[in-house]
């Protein structure tokens, strides 16, 4: 195998300004695997906030195959599947021709810790690999909310993460499960996937849930929207004593929220869930490597391949992005393939 060998890896010069860079990816050093990528997923929520400079310049990276910074350019993106190339000193559980994930950039050729690579299970489509980070997240906000045998649950945003979320939840034992989404081919997705009710996130939503909870409103909701006024709508949705798990990532976009009247006498509690940590009362029986073994587990138990709307060369990223960010009503996951 040459000791280096070309990639083609693309940046963010600036906001909306995606470009290619020619880069050389040597030999895997200790704990280091090279891949070759077959696809790789651009993220709707945190992805595009980087995309449109939405993210404090300052902010530390969080990963260690991301490079430049949040001010620009910036080599970003954390859901890439491919085949391992080779592997280096210390690396025991991946060899070369195995199917992987990797919270990696999109490029064309890869050089990864081992510890940010995870091995496909056998026969799953490698391109649907790309969705091991959702359903990891999707995976600690079911955890996070702690629903309970029969509760009823409302989501609100139906792109990946929340159909993810609304999926899961059917296997969790929620006993009714609503999706709201402005765009109706969303809901429809949703119903088509198992989700309960789909409803359009409109100024009737409160009286919807509540007539479908016998006045009571539900008992937990998930903000995965990344929309102010969704956050605002879940809070007013869950019944006394509810739950809003606030899963969304906002970035420098400000928020504000009425929390003199329900909010408060109601009791409503809010948590953030963020899959960067364990919650702490699962820690004792919870940890990194458990989580990921459920998601691998999980993977052939999901509707993957219908989540996918569009698969893109990795040539025409640029139109990739434009698509996601200016007609999002068009797209759920949008997939770059690097083909050969």
């Not at 595009?48 to 949040?70: E, H, I, K, W």
């Not at 909310?145 to 993810?164: P, S, W």
């Not at 939503?205 to 479908?212: A, G, H, T, Y």
């Not at 109601?266 to 490597?289: K, N, T």
Request: hydrophobic share 45%; with cysteine.
């Amino acid at each position: 195998m040459a000791d280096s060998m070309a990639t083609r890896a693309l940046w963010l010069t600036r906001p909306r300004e995606p470009t290619f860079r020619d880069e050389q990816v040597g030999l895997p050093g200790d704990g280091e695997v090279r891949i070759r990528a077959v696809a790789s997923a651009i993220s709707q929520g945190t992805e595009m906030l980087v995309y449109r400079g939405q993210v404090p310049a300052g902010m530390a990276l969080d990963l260690p195959t991301l490079a430049g910074s949040f001010s620009f350019p910036i080599k970003y993106g954390y859901a890439l599947s491919g085949e391992v190339i080779d592997v280096g000193d210390g690396v025991v559980d991946l060899s070369p021709g195995d199917p992987v994930f990797a919270l990696h950039p999109h490029q064309s050729i890869a050089l990864a810790p081992a510890d940010v690579v995870t091995r496909l299970p056998g026969g799953l489509d490698p391109t649907q690999g790309v969705f091991v980070a959702n359903v990891e997240t999707a995976l600690n906000v079911i955890h996070d909310a702690g629903i309970r045998l029969g509760e009823v649950v409302v989501v609100f945003g139906l792109g990946t993460v929340g159909l993810l979320i609304c999926q899961l939840l059917g296997l969790s034992g929620a006993g009714l499960v609503i999706g709201v989404d402005p765009i109706a081919a969303r809901r429809d997705l949703a119903e088509r996937l198992g989700t309960d009710v789909a409803l359009p996130a409109d100024n009737d939503l409160v009286r919807q849930v509540k007539e479908l909870t016998g006045g009571r409103g539900a008992d937990v909701a998930i903000e995965v929207s990344g929309a102010g006024v969704a956050l605002q709508q879940a809070i007013d949705v869950v019944a006394v004593e509810g739950t809003v798990v606030v899963a969304s990532w906002y970035g420098t976009k400000p928020v504000t929220l009425t929390l003199g009247e329900h909010f408060h006498r109601g009791r409503v509690r809010l948590r953030s869930s963020q899959v960067g940590r364990i919650a702490p009362e699962q820690s004792a029986r919870w940890d990194y490597r458990r989580r990921m073994a459920t998601v691998i587990d999980l993977l052939p138990r999901l509707h993957l391949g219908e989540l996918i709307t569009h698969r893109i060369p990795f040539a025409e990223a640029a139109a990739a992005y434009r698509r996601v960010d200016e007609r999002p009503e068009e797209v759920v996951q949008v997939v770059l393939e690097y083909g050969e």
